[in-house]
C-alpha cells in the first residue's frame, strides 16, 4: 500500500502524477485527505481523497508520498498524523517520497543525513545534511525526491521503478511516452 498525503494547499500535479502512474503499474494506492475528505490544492482544484486519517492503517504500508505545494507542504508537516507515518518508514526501512517544498519536511526530521536528494529552488537550506542535487528526481536508498511540478513525471516513475519494480515501470514509462 502507498498512501498520497493530501493537506490544503497541495500542489495537484505532483500528488496525481505518482497515484496515476503507480496505479498503471498496479501499485495499491491511497491518496489520503489531512483534515478533510475533500482537499483543496494550490490551484483551487478540490480532490476528493480515498481515505481519511481515521482510516489509516499500517498494514501492509510500503511507501508514503509528500506533494509539495504551498501552504500545503507547511500543512502536511503540521500534520501530527503524517509525523506518524513518515516515522514509521523510517523505523520499517519503507519508501518515502517527496517533491518540491516536502523533501523538506525530511530535512527537519533528519531523515537526509548523507542523503542525495533534490527540492525545488530555495529550499536547499532546509535539506538538512542532504548532498544537494539538482536532478528532477533522486533516488538514494529509499529515499526518492523530486524538484517540483515539472519534473511529477520523472518523479512518479522513479517511485514506481523503485515500489514496483525496474521492468514495469519501463513498461508504464514506454506506455505514456515518456522518454
Known sequence: MVYVFLAEGFEEVEALTPVDVLRRCKAEVKTVGIGSKTVTGSHKI?????????ELTFDGLDAVILPGGMPGTLNLEASQTVQKYIDYA???DLYICAICAAPSILGHKGLLNGKKATCFPGFEKDLIGAKVKTDLAVADGRIITGKGAGAAMEFALLAAEKICGKDIAEKTRKSLQCR
Open 46 to 54: 478540490p480532490v476528493t481523497a480515498d481515505l481519511t486519517e481515521d
Open 90 to 92: 523510517a523505523e520499517n
